[in-house]
């Protein structure tokens, strides 16, 4: 059945009105009628079973009938993101809202080229596969930061895997018995739940400067994804799918 | 350095020509001349130094100087991948490539449209990945061939970790304690290492048939990749990711 995250509130007995391209997805894509039924969900008031009460040339009006699911969300698990490049930005906003992250912070560092994101865009990407991985919210995206700043505001209850793809030496000096030791699941094991952001850094890694701030920050668990140098996006899916083993909803 | 996966031997003091395309991107693309250096491997000769030797305008010629690595492969990891559409293929190839798997084999099922791949393509996307990953060799890309073929025809010393994702009773049938127990790394945690295969499915999922048969296959261990409907290059990244975590050359 087709799902919605929709703006409006989520109520039995209160109709609302779709935007008007979910509207038109529904009506004239999907080519539903008076009477059709769809999911929806809004972050706020779980999925409910809706009908379509009414068409009009302008849009449609839906209306609540069925609560099929409460309200819940997934660990609180936020993403934070060096800015890359357009397409595996977006890709990495699409995998990231299918793995569950509740928040992605877009971050500015010394090596990255672009202060710029389309948000509006991004915002959708993350809706479009919250509908489509089953969850009951889509990700809160936030304009992009620059690093030191973000950090600088950091909520330290808050812990973060710092994923250090340069970090070879680093990974030894932070206790690994080998150069490769401090493996991500070897770290994630020893860690407690609750708050935690994954840190995925630009293409061409972190700056000396950042990574020694990184290395003293009492909430940073620094971690190594294996012998190969990982593209952006292919970190990104790799470490939230080791966080949700380890301490999320995989477990 | 750049680095090149090349088709010629790597041997020290025996000259040879890269493909007319290298030629032309050593040359023409990155400006290189003559006495430059680069990095070769081509999956059987470990790594080596290589000295542009001579240019002319058809290409030019490499002459091996030092051996930068021994030959090393990875662990003995196939992907097997129900063929989907050409964008997300093409992503799980090159992410494929950058988790260590050491051969690709395509699949037709019941639920797959296509039968076709462009080979060719792919293995360029591999060659290319492999480059910029580090690894020694590239992944060997065969011809797509049916699922059913493909398990008659399979080395029962091969295991094959069976990314369900339609699996919730299913997970629960096979012994988990909750319908979402049998997740994927506690199911891994209890495995022998030696040749694995992970199984992708296609977009729609497995029918019923497939599924029953891949149930009573003695080496087929099915596994759960969390609460969340993957797609499937997330669902290939996710389970390389775990795999060699539990199993591989991440631990």
Chains 1, 2 share one sequence.
């Not at 008076?34 to 779980?46: H, K, P, S, T, Y």
């Not at 009951?136 to 808050?158: H, Y």
Request: hydrophobic share 40%; proline share 6%.
């Amino acid at each position: 059945m087709i799902r919605l995250f929709v703006d409006g509130n989520l109520e039995f007995g209160e109709p609302f009105e779709p935007r008007p391209e979910q509207a038109r997805y529904l009506t004239q894509v999907m080519r539903l009628g008076v009477g059709a039924e769809i999911l929806a969900f809004n972050g706020r008031d779980g999925e409910w079973r809706c009908r379509i009460a009414q068409m009009s040339k302008r849009g449609c009006v839906l209306e609540p009938t069925v609560r099929t699911r409460p309200q819940a969300f997934g660990p609180d698990l936020d993403l934070v993101l060096a800015l890359v490049k357009r397409g595996p930005l977006e890709t990495i906003v699409e995998k990231a809202t299918e793995l569950g992250a509740r928040r992605i912070r877009l971050a500015i560092t010394r090596r990255t080229n672009a202060d710029h994101a389309n948000l509006n865009r991004l915002r959708a990407i993350a809706a479009e596969a919250a509908e489509q991985t089953g969850r009951l919210d889509a990700p809160d995206i936030q304009e992009p930061e620059k690093l030191e700043r973000l950090l600088d505001g950091w909520d330290v209850g808050r812990r973060l895997m710092f994923c250090d793809e340069a970090g070879d030496d680093f990974a030894a000096e932070w206790g690994g018995s080998s150069g490769r030791a401090s493996v991500a699941l070897k770290v994630l094991a020893d860690q407690p739940a609750g708050p935690w952001a994954v840190l995925i850094g630009p293409e061409g890694g972190f700056d000396a400067q950042e990574r020694e701030r990184l290395r003293t920050l009492p909430y940073v668990a620094p971690v190594s994804l294996g012998p190969r140098i990982l593209r952006a996006d292919t970190a990104a899916i790799s470490a939230l799918t080791l966080w949700q083993c380890a301490l999320g909803d995989w477990r």
